[in-house]
C-alpha cells in the first residue's frame, strides 16, 4: 500500500541522526502547520543570516574594477558567490576570488571537511564563469593546540585531524589540478576561560583565485526575470550529517547528536564535466543566474536566490536524488548548483549540459512567495519580503529600518 503524505514525512525525518518515530511525528505536524516558518529558524540562524552591516564597514570596490561585488541582487544586499574584477581598465578579461570554510564537519571527520571546502570554493569560481583550468589557491589553516601536553592532553587526536585535512589537501588539489601558491597556519587557536579551555573546531579556510575569459558574461545568484527557468545542477544524497538542520535540531532539544553522513566527493572526475559545462554556458551568455548550494542545502540557496531577487519561486524538488526529503531540501552534498535561465535559452542551456545531471526544479515567479513542494506534498509557503526581515533583523545594528 502506497504511503499517505505524513507517513512518508515521518519515516523521512526520522531517518536524521538520534530522532525516534515520536520526535519525528512531533516535528512533521509542526512542519505541516507552519509552512510559513520553516525556513526563519535557519535564515535567521548566526550561520547563515545577513552580515551586510559588518562587511559594509569595509571597501569592496578596488579602482572601480569590481564586475560582480561582495553583494548582488535588486538591492545588493545578497553576498555574491565569488567576486569579479577586470584585471585592467581596457581589458574584458577578469580574476576570480571566491572562498570555502565549513568548520563544522570537523566535528565528524576534518578529511571530509577539507575535501567539502575545496570543492565548495571550486563551485563558487564555476558559479560566475571561471575557468577550471586556470585556478590556483591559497590554504589557511586556524587549528587547536595539535602538540600534547599537559593543557593538551587530547594534542595527539588534533594532531591526527591535521594530519587527515593534510591528506585531504593534497588529493584534492592534486585531483582538481589546483596548485597551492601560498597559505598559513595557525595552530594555537586554544583560550582558557574561567578556568575552562575553549578551543576552536579545526578548521581549513580554502581561498580560490581563477580566470575569467570575459567579465561580460557572468551570472549572480540572484533571481532576475519572472518565468526563468529554474534547475538543480548535481545529486542530492542522503548527507545530513553536521548540516546546519542538524544543528538546529539539536539545538532545540529535537535530536540527539549531529551524526549521519558528512558530504563527500564520491566521484569528483564526474563534477568536473558538469563544471566544465556550467561554466561555459555562462560565458556564452545561456545563463545569468548561478548559486552554489552548500550550508543551509537547496532550502536555503532557493531563499538566498528569491531574498536577491526581491521575487518569488514556484519549486519541486521531487526527482533530485534517490535521498529522503530532508536530505533533498535540507543536505548539503556537495558538487551542487542551483540556476535559473530564460525560455528562450532553456533548451541552448540542456543540449549544452548533456551527461551530466541536470533537473528542473521550478520557475521565477512575479509575486512574493516562494513556494516549495515534493510531488502533491506542500512544504514551504513563505513571503519573500518576511524572509528579507527574519534573514536580516539577527545581526540589524543599524538602529533604523532594514
Same mark, same amino acid.
Request: aromatic content about 6%.
Given at each position: 500500500?502506497?504511503?499517505?503524505?505524513?507517513?512518508?514525512?515521518?519515516?523521512?525525518?526520522?531517518?536524521?541522526?538520534?530522532?525516534?518515530?515520536?520526535?519525528?511525528?512531533?516535528?512533521?505536524?509542526?512542519?505541516?502547520?507552519?509552512?510559513?516558518? #520553516?525556513? %526563519?529558524?535557519?535564515?535567521?540562524?548566526?550561520?547563515?543570516?545577513?552580515?551586510?552591516?559588518?562587511?559594509?564597514?569595509?571597501?569592496?570596490?578596488?579602482?572601480?574594477?569590481?564586475?560582480?561585488?561582495?553583494?548582488? $541582487?535588486?538591492?545588493?544586499?545578497?553576498?555574491?558567490?565569488?567576486?569579479?574584477?577586470?584585471?585592467?581598465?581596457?581589458? #574584458?578579461?577578469?580574476?576570480?576570488?571566491?572562498?570555502?570554510?565549513?568548520?563544522?564537519?570537523?566535528?565528524?571527520?576534518?578529511?571530509?571537511?577539507?575535501?567539502?571546502?575545496?570543492?565548495?570554493?571550486?563551485?563558487?569560481?564555476?558559479?560566475? $564563469?571561471?575557468?577550471?583550468?586556470?585556478?590556483?589557491?591559497?590554504? #589557511?589553516?586556524?587549528?587547536?593546540?595539535?602538540? @600534547?601536553? @599537559?593543557?593538551?592532553?587530547?594534542?595527539?587526536?588534533?594532531?591526527?585531524?591535521?594530519?587527515?585535512?593534510?591528506?585531504?589537501?593534497?588529493?584534492?588539489?592534486?585531483?582538481?589540478?589546483?596548485?597551492?601558491?601560498?597559505?598559513?597556519?595557525?595552530?594555537?587557536?586554544? %583560550?582558557?576561560?574561567?578556568?575552562?579551555?575553549?578551543?576552536?573546531?579545526?578548521?581549513?579556510?580554502?581561498?580560490?583565485?581563477?580566470?575569467?575569459?570575459?567579465?561580460? #558574461?557572468?551570472?549572480?545568484?540572484?533571481?532576475?526575470?519572472?518565468?526563468?527557468?529554474?534547475?538543480?545542477?548535481?545529486?542530492?544524497?542522503?548527507?545530513?550529517?553536521?548540516?546546519?538542520?542538524?544543528?538546529?535540531?539539536?539545538?532545540?532539544?529535537?535530536?540527539?547528536?549531529?551524526?549521519?553522513?558528512?558530504?563527500?566527493?564520491?566521484?569528483?572526475?564526474?563534477?568536473?564535466? %558538469?563544471?566544465?559545462?556550467?561554466?561555459?554556458?555562462?560565458?556564452?551568455?545561456?545563463?545569468?543566474?548561478?548559486?552554489?548550494?552548500?550550508?543551509?542545502?537547496?532550502?536555503?540557496?532557493?531563499?538566498?536566490?528569491?531574498?536577491?531577487?526581491?521575487?518569488?519561486?514556484?519549486?519541486?524538488?521531487?526527482?533530485?536524488?534517490?535521498?529522503?526529503?530532508?536530505?533533498?531540501?535540507?543536505?548539503?552534498?556537495? $558538487?551542487?548548483?542551483?540556476?535559473?535561465?530564460?525560455?528562450?535559452?532553456?533548451?541552448?542551456?540542456?543540449?549544452?549540459?548533456?551527461?551530466?545531471?541536470?533537473?528542473?526544479?521550478?520557475?521565477?515567479?512575479?509575486?512574493?512567495?516562494?513556494?516549495?513542494?515534493?510531488?502533491?506534498? %506542500?512544504?514551504?509557503?513563505?513571503?519573500?519580503?518576511?524572509?528579507?526581515?527574519?534573514?536580516?533583523?539577527?545581526?540589524?545594528?543599524? $538602529?533604523?529600518?532594514?
Amino acid at each position: 500500500m502506497e504511503q499517505s503524505p505524513i507517513d512518508k514525512l515521518i519515516n523521512d525525518i526520522s531517518k536524521l541522526p538520534g530522532l525516534g518515530r515520536r520526535s519525528a511525528q512531533r516535528i512533521a505536524l509542526f512542519l505541516l502547520k507552519n509552512k510559513d516558518k #520553516n525556513l %526563519s529558524p535557519l535564515i535567521e540562524s548566526l550561520n547563515l543570516c545577513s552580515r551586510e552591516y559588518k562587511s559594509r564597514m569595509y571597501d569592496g570596490e578596488v579602482k572601480g574594477l569590481s564586475v560582480v561585488k561582495p553583494f548582488v $541582487g535588486k538591492k545588493s544586499d545578497v553576498p555574491s558567490d565569488a567576486t569579479v574584477l577586470r584585471i585592467d581598465y581596457e581589458s #574584458n578579461r577578469g580574476a576570480i576570488l571566491a572562498e570555502g570554510i565549513n568548520p563544522w564537519y570537523s566535528d565528524l571527520d576534518t578529511y571530509d571537511m577539507t575535501a567539502s571546502v575545496i570543492d565548495e570554493a571550486v563551485r563558487k569560481i564555476i558559479a560566475v $564563469g571561471g575557468d577550471l583550468k586556470r585556478i590556483a589557491i591559497l590554504d #589557511n589553516f586556524c587549528w587547536p593546540d595539535p602538540v @600534547e601536553s @599537559e593543557k593538551t592532553p587530547d594534542g595527539a587526536y588534533k594532531l591526527a585531524q591535521l594530519v587527515r585535512s593534510c591528506k585531504a589537501l593534497y588529493d584534492y588539489t592534486t585531483l582538481y589540478k589546483t596548485p597551492a601558491i601560498s597559505g598559513k597556519d595557525s595552530c594555537k587557536n586554544d %583560550s582558557t576561560r574561567g578556568g575552562k579551555k575553549i578551543s576552536i573546531p579545526p578548521t581549513l579556510l580554502f581561498s580560490l583565485f581563477g580566470d575569467h575569459p570575459d567579465v561580460r #558574461n557572468t551570472a549572480t545568484s540572484d533571481f532576475k526575470n519572472a518565468g526563468d527557468k529554474i534547475y538543480l545542477v548535481g545529486e542530492s544524497l542522503d548527507e545530513l550529517g553536521a548540516s546546519e538542520v542538524s544543528f538546529m535540531l539539536t539545538e532545540r532539544g529535537q535530536s540527539i547528536g549531529i551524526g549521519g553522513n558528512v558530504p563527500g566527493l564520491t566521484n569528483p572526475e564526474k563534477l568536473f564535466k %558538469s563544471y566544465r559545462s556550467l561554466s561555459s554556458a555562462i560565458n556564452t551568455g545561456l545563463v545569468k543566474t548561478a548559486h552554489d548550494c552548500s550550508e543551509g542545502g537547496i532550502g536555503v540557496a532557493l531563499a538566498e536566490m528569491c531574498i536577491g531577487g526581491r521575487i518569488g519561486a514556484t519549486i519541486d524538488i521531487d526527482g533530485t536524488g534517490d535521498s529522503s526529503l530532508w536530505a533533498r531540501l535540507w543536505g548539503e552534498s556537495l $558538487g551542487r548548483i542551483v540556476v535559473a535561465v530564460s525560455p528562450e535559452h532553456e533548451a541552448k542551456f540542456l543540449e549544452s549540459m548533456s551527461g551530466s545531471i541536470t533537473t528542473y526544479l521550478g520557475v521565477v515567479e512575479d509575486s512574493d512567495t516562494l513556494a516549495i513542494v515534493d510531488g502533491f506534498e %506542500s512544504l514551504i509557503d513563505v513571503q519573500v519580503s518576511d524572509m528579507v526581515q527574519s534573514w536580516q533583523g539577527t545581526l540589524d545594528m543599524s $538602529g533604523g529600518e532594514l
